[in-house]
């Protein structure tokens, strides 16, 4: 069926609007991961949420940025209070969210209109398209699900008040939930926390009647970086008296701001952390000072329950980071289409018009990705770890927040300049997409510890076992005579990608961890062309469409550039040399002669 180019010059911005209706991308997507039932009752509910995003929730996202939270540490008689006073817009959120629209309720139980829940790809869906409007709310919202999912899957019971806060309806039961993770010394390396889990004395008196005084704990410590720092439903890794040192020593637990019996928990909030972005979740600084708290599951098994809310983390950042994309191409487009220079719209000149034909694009390619590793997601939950869904997995999300949160921040500042000196103005909303943009590449890991999780996910998961039947499956099928040649392209860079993972199984570890990243851009690129094409493919097959061959085309012709395998078979060693690294790096001098001897791809 054919459909007419989305006016964008009708828009005076991007708001005012239904986000739903406007990203046809993001309806491709849903139809093509969501199980036919299942698309048939969400279709509804993604227009109208995505309705009252754009009509209710766009202003009010603006205005809480500008005015932000405040934390109240104690009350006027030096009681501890550790509550943040929220601006009074964010109610009106968290009604649309969780009341109205259940977001976190809808994985769990059955929505109105089912007599099922839906998948875990709905709910990032519909946090994609909240991100359309505010990241930082995203924040909180995911994260609510994701301690539900902890809860859900390693919980005995015991905590089952808290998981039906997490994941209730009602606006009146539901609480939050958060996962603090980092402390000062540790960042990245979990491993090296150092926050103590004391088992409680045997007269020691506990809040917690309904739980085994066996799992109950009191914390000690300090946590650094603490997003939505007043949750009910906080997950933090503490050690117990004995563990071991690393990962294999923490344990988990579920951490209250406030106790069973109303009291406020044991611990200091010290401040909020004045940030660049993302001011509607309140981050800060918390003291652990003997609060009280419970044993979820086994002692030891901490980060391997945290891994499950972080696998649903990372996916919630690379869904994020494409509903600021959509929303910044948006504006882009929306501003492009109005505004005129030497006579004539903007958009009418071919290098806008190149540059917007790219950014939608790598909006599309991303969108792939990220919506086929939540696909994987919900198969591994019906097929279990011995699945080729649970190895693609392992390798897709971790690839699709390092590659998204990247894009995110190079098409927000984009935006931005297409929208020139406004673009740089609050009012004007693309300031703020950057601004929330930036911390994308930071949560849930930075690059570099993603790229080394895609290096253990085919070193312990044997990833590569389940990818390369998927690709070549996708390649194979693909048959209409405008796609061939580029499938053809893909291929050759599938055997590129091959060829690169065995050269890295017989290299030495700098080796393989010096071209991580590289590798990743690799797996992106190749597995973004394979699903572009097969969508293409499906799109000519259904509807006698060729938009996504187009699509397909542009992808691969600018995505594959000449150097084999992105360099990771060239034996290339430039920057891993400790005297090129420290003179460049940090300015240190470098004797003329030397650079005779100076290192070449073949060392």
């Not at 069926?1 to 993001?26: H, V």
């Not at 059955?110 to 709310?137: C, I, K, N, W």
């Not at 990243?517 to 973004?528: H, Q």
Request: charged share 30%.
């Amino acid at each position: 069926m054919a459909t007419d180019p989305i006016d964008y010059g009708a828009l005076d911005e991007g708001r005012g609007c239904n986000y739903w209706e406007l990203d046809p991308t993001l309806q491709f997507e849903a139809e093509r991961i969501y199980p036919d039932d299942d698309f048939e009752w969400a279709e509804e509910v993604l227009s109208e949420f995505g309705d009252v995003l754009g009509h209710r929730m766009a202003d009010t996202a603006d205005r809480i940025d500008k005015e932000g939270h405040e934390l109240c540490s104690f009350d006027k008689f030096g009681e501890r209070r550790n509550e943040v006073e929220y601006h009074p817009l964010i109610e009106e959120q968290e009604r649309i969210t969780y009341e109205e629209f259940g977001v976190t309720h809808d994985a769990f139980h059955a929505p109105p209109g089912r007599d099922e829940p839906v998948g875990l790809s709905h709910t990032l869906m519909m946090q994609t398209l909240l991100s359309y409007v505010d990241a930082g709310f995203c924040c909180p919202v995911s994260m609510t699900t994701g301690a539900a999912i902890v809860l859900d899957k390693f919980d005995d019971g015991e905590l089952s008040s808290y998981f039906e806060g997490l994941t209730a309806r009602d606006l009146d039961t539901h609480i939050e939930g958060a996962m603090f993770l980092t402390e000062e010394q540790g960042g990245s390396d979990v491993g090296a926390n150092e926050t103590r889990a004391e088992p409680v004395e045997a007269d020691d008196s506990v809040a917690a009647a309904d739980i085994d005084r066996d799992r109950i704990y009191r914390l000690h410590g300090e946590k650094w970086f603490c997003s939505n720092i007043d949750a009910e439903g906080a997950l933090a890794l503490a050690r117990t008296p004995g563990a071991p040192e690393g990962v294999d020593g923490l344990s988990l637990f579920l951490v209250p701001r406030t106790k069973p019996d109303g009291e406020v928990n044991e611990a200091h909030f010290r401040r909020l952390k004045d940030k660049l972005g993302t001011i509607s979740v309140p981050t800060g600084e918390i003291q652990f000072e003997g609060a009280e708290a419970y044993l979820v599951g086994e002692e030891g098994r901490g980060f391997k329950y945290m891994s499950e809310m972080m696998n649903f983390e990372r996916l919630t950042n690379a869904t994020g980071a494409l509903g600021v994309m959509g929303r910044g191409l948006l504006e882009a487009k929306v501003r492009a289409a109005q505004r005129e220079a030497f006579g004539d719209a903007i958009d009418e000149y071919p290098l806008l018009r190149r540059d917007l034909v790219d950014m939608s694009v790598d909006y599309e390619a991303a969108a792939a990705f990220s919506f086929e590793a939540a696909r994987t997601l919900d198969e591994r939950e019906r097929q279990g770890d011995d699945s080729d869904a649970y190895q693609l997995m392992r390798l897709f999300i971790p690839v699709a927040k390092y590659k998204t949160a990247r894009m995110s921040v190079d098409m927000s500042s984009y935006a931005m300049e297409i929208l020139g000196g406004n673009g740089y103005v609050r009012e004007h909303t693309t300031e703020r997409l950057l601004r929330d943009a930036q911390v994308l590449p930071i949560w849930e890991g930075p690059s570099n510890i993603l790229a080394l999780d895609v290096l253990r996910a085919f070193n312990r998961e044997d990833a590569h076992e389940a990818l390369v039947p998927y690709l070549q499956a996708k390649l194979d099928a693909v048959e209409h005579p405008a796609l061939e040649p580029l499938a053809g392209t893909v291929e050759e860079r599938f055997v590129e990608l091959q060829n690169a993972l065995a050269s890295l199984a017989t290299e030495d570890g700098d080796y393989a961890q010096y071209h991580a990243k590289r590798l990743a851009d690799l797996v992106f690129d190749v597995v973004s062309g394979a699903l572009l094409l097969e969508e293409a493919q499906e799109q000519i097959d259904a509807d006698g469409n060729g938009r996504k061959a187009l699509v397909a085309t542009r992808f691969i012709e600018t995505r594959f550039e000449d150097d084999e395998a992105y360099g990771v078979t060239s034996g290339e060693r430039f920057a891993m040399d400790d005297e090129t690294f420290a003179a460049i790096a940090k300015y240190a001098s470098v004797e003329p002669e030397t650079l005779v001897d100076a290192p070449t791809a073949d060392d």
